[in-house]
């Protein structure tokens, strides 16, 4: 180190990724090269895009190209280009620390296993550092694209610490030099590289250059017919634009050329990282004009809850020198949106008919944000509402159905279409509301996830039928032809017992009534669409989370008179009204509980060891 270096401690996170970067995550050594070339391009792309603005940029003259040089006598490989470089503050804050806020997530995901930690690595930016799996020692030197500006150079072993000192003489761009650890000296054999380069690096939009010699064709794979294109090539092609380790789940490779001349392929990834609740999603669809890039990561592009989308557009109708920021509010993008949208749902439509399995795995992994789609978007609401999936009662537990197939299986008195939410199928089938349309041959949507009844909420309606909760007021049923044989309270008695409750029960109840919906249990709540009802009452919950208090709503409760609890209990509020009380609060206790609106168990405990008492002292 000369007088004018200055040593650097390496971020306490930076160090702990080294660490793991070197010492455990990818079997493929080689992919460093990759990593590196794709930080080149990218460093080139942000180069070009300086030149449309700025007037002044160092060295303007310099080719936008990759240099790759070997030398296999002194066991090291140089990667140049001449993109944007960077400054000294820019090495700091980008080699010595990890840019990405959510670090300490990262480090707590990595301990998962190996394969999602490959996945992973790429997602965070940690590219660079891959290099120290195989290097004893690693130079960049730099020059940024400023007028004004000083080299560097930026030198680390990749232990604790770095240094960058002044650096004299140094072109636009940055060459990293990497002296190779002694077994991993085959990195700088002149074949090996070319191997790799020609493997990972096929889509560089810039030329790469080895020991002086062109080694990729400049490809814009998504121009060419889909006829002439093998899988290999698309997967080959995803995992570089996406910076993946696998290869994606779909793709939908489409031309267009009216209303806009667009070629698009996109591609959804296997996993959606945002459900493993670390980070959003970033739609990395670049936007290009006839093969040149004009925006890596375009916002407005597609809409929020497609954010998970890689992959390329290119529109022959857009300016080829708009800045980022016009062109984010153009008219035009907002077309290409609505354009690109319309057709990627119904590439997802046509998924879920000819590739089930596939389009249950993608529902598995994004199904939660086409339902960020369908509560939020009403502009594409039917389209989105085609591809909710949930089960069903008329199928299979595991089984899930759309809302097309549930219209089609709909029976011919069946007026709307009908959910209902609960913990889990289990729990629902297990509450009072199933019975009276099972026994009418009524399929129900069951709903297991909080989200899922608020989507259902906002959506409304399909094919003009209305989606209801069938806990709600809404739905009316008519009294079954064949009535369920046995004992049942006469008018005067059910008038009176109704009464009771009511007096009994005070403000927790608004109405007691008898209807149509019971057959074998002795009472449920009926909810109702206003701010009381069961279901609004659950979505405020669960907007409210679970320290949310929420004074006790008034329900309407409905009794089956058929039943043997409540005709006891009609005889028994007239002989022991203290425990004909208890019976009541109880009853009310277990519908609420079946409507999942029990909030707190505390008072039906302590009820329920009165009631226990009651029985055993005899
Ligand atoms: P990522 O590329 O995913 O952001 P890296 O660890 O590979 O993560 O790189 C960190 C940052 O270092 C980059 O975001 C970029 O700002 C900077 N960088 C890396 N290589 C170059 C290069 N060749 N030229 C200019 N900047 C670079």
Redesign the pocket.
Known sequence: MTAKATSHQFQAETKQVLDIVVNSLYKDKEIFVR??I???S??LE?LRRKQLTEKEVFDENLELEINVSTDDSSKQIT?Q?F????SQE?LI???GT??HSGSKEFMEALKGDGEKNEALI?K???????VFMVAEKVQ?F?RSWKKDGTGFCWESDGGGDYSIEEAEGQRR??K?VIQLKEDFSEFAKEDRIKDIIKKYSAFVQFPVSLNGEKVNTVDAIWMRSKKEISDEEYEEFYKFQA?EYEGPLMRMHFSADAPLEINSLLFVPKRNMEKMGMFRNENKVALHCRKVLIDAEPKGLFPEWLRFLKGVVDSSDLPLNVSRETMQDSDLLRKLNQVLTKRFLRFLNEQSKKEEDTYIEFWNEFGMLIKEGAATDFTYKEDLAKLLKFESTALDAGKLTGLDDYVDRMAGDQEEILFLFGKSRESIESGPYLEALQARGWEVLLLTEPVDEYVMQTVREYKEKKIISADSEELKLEKLDQEKEGETLGKKEIKSLCDWLKKTLEDKVSEVETGERLIDSPVCIVGSDGMGGASARRIMKMMQGPEGALPAPAVKLQINPGNSIIRGLSELKDKEEQTANLVAHQLLDNALASANLLDDPREMIARSYQTLEKITSG
């Open positions: 990593e590196l794709s930080n080149a990218d460093a942000k990667i280009d993109g944007i470089g960077m820019e804050e980008n080699l990890i840019a790429g965070f930016g940690v590219g660079f550092y891959s960049v730099t761009g940055a990293i910076n």
